[in-house]
């Protein structure tokens, strides 16, 4: 008797319905409490922590890729267009508010992105990496040549609005803080509901056995495509929260020594939790930030030491600790 071989597209995950009602929850309940604590922290912390939040968006989306099979090496690109359309949009078109800009940086992003989506769905490996990072810097050579754009040394933006109000001096920092960890964690959560969902785990299978995924009746080239839409879209939000929080933009942000650093925090954190993406990043700001204050010549050692020492006692990255491998 011959059994029966469904397509991949209709086989539903496994009921996990009282876990993810624990996840959303904890997450909210998370997100609550560290823009509640921001209130109270230094403001040299609470900047600290608004990069590593907008810097793990862009990371995050690395960690997408990486469940499928793939690394981007050029997460730069989409970090840079997401900032600069921000910016520009602030500058010109005079949308101030930081949540219009937010949104916009991701869209802009994902729309240079997905057209080269089919293209790079095609390759795996040295191949993929070297195609995302040798798009990065043709976006950064095309930066540094355009003088309207600011050149080599970019160009400054002002102050954005929330919701229709200004920002003063003393509330800008907590404001965007507040808008960079609420943004941050609603993506966050959609992450984890998209890895839980059949479409992650058919993205999942293809890093495992892709002929496999084929011949149940799934797409490889259409999910990694669809992973690398997603990753770009978390990477232009990250870019327009990064350029909100510094008041400036250049080249630099689509540099590959920026997505170097993007890659770094995905292999610190690895590839089974979303939180643990977050956590790595902000520990790559406080390594960086403490290392360049004590150690200001040889801080690229010590941040090379410390990935070394991750990698060598936790080969499964951070998020091994609270999950299993699936």
């Keep these: 008797m011959k059994s029966a071989v469904l397509p991949i597209s209709s086989v539903a995950p496994p009921a996990a319905a009282p876990r993810g009602r624990t996840v959303l929850w904890g997450g ?17 912390l609470v900047f600290l922590l608004t990069m590593a939040a907008s810097h793990g968006l862009v990371s995050l989306g690395i960690v ?26 602030f500058n010109h078109l005079g949308i101030t508010d930081a949540l219009v800009l937010t949104l916009l940086g991701g869209l802009a992003a994902m729309l240079v992105a997905l057209p080269f989506a089919p293209l790079l769905a095609r390759y795996r490996g040295i191949f993929f990496a070297m195609l995302t990072l040798a798009l990065s810097m043709v976006c950064y050579g095309v930066l540094v040549k355009t003088n ?16 229709g109000q200004s920002l003063s001096d003393e509330r800008v920092a907590y404001a965007l803080y507040a808008v960079t960890i609420a943004v941050s964690g609603v993506l966050a959560l959609l992450a984890r509901v998209y890895f839980d969902s059949t479409r992650g785990l058919i993205a999942q299978a293809v890093r495992e056995n892709e002929l496999r995924v084929e011949y149940l009746g799934g797409s490889v080239r259409q999910a990694v495509a669809l992973n690398f839409g997603m990753a770009a879209f978390a990477g232009g939000c990250g870019g327009a929260l990064t350029v909100m929080s510094l008041g ?71 998020g091994s600790l609270w999950t299993k491998k699936k």
């Design 248 to 318: 400036h933009i250049d080249p630099n942000f689509s540099y590959w020594t920026t997505s170097g650093e993007f890659v770094f925090v995905a292999i610190l954190a690895g590839s089974q939790s979303v939180l643990a993406v977050f956590v790595a990043s902000t520990l790559l700001e406080v390594v960086r930030s403490f290392s360049n204050l004590y150690f200001p010549n040889t801080w690229q050692l010590s941040l090379g030491l410390f990935l070394l020492l991750m990698i060598r006692f936790l080969p499964g990255g951070i």
């Design 64 to 89: 997408l890729l990486m469940r499928s099979g793939v690394v981007s090496f050029g997460q730069g690109l989409v970090f840079a267009v997401g900032g600069y359309a921000g910016a520009l949009c």
């Design 28 to 44: 909210l309940a998370l997100m609550v409490a560290l823009v509640g604590a921001g209130a109270f922290l230094p403001r040299w």
């Design 148 to 163: 309207s754009l600011g050149g080599s040394d970019g160009f400054n933006m002002g102050r954005p609005t929330l919701l």
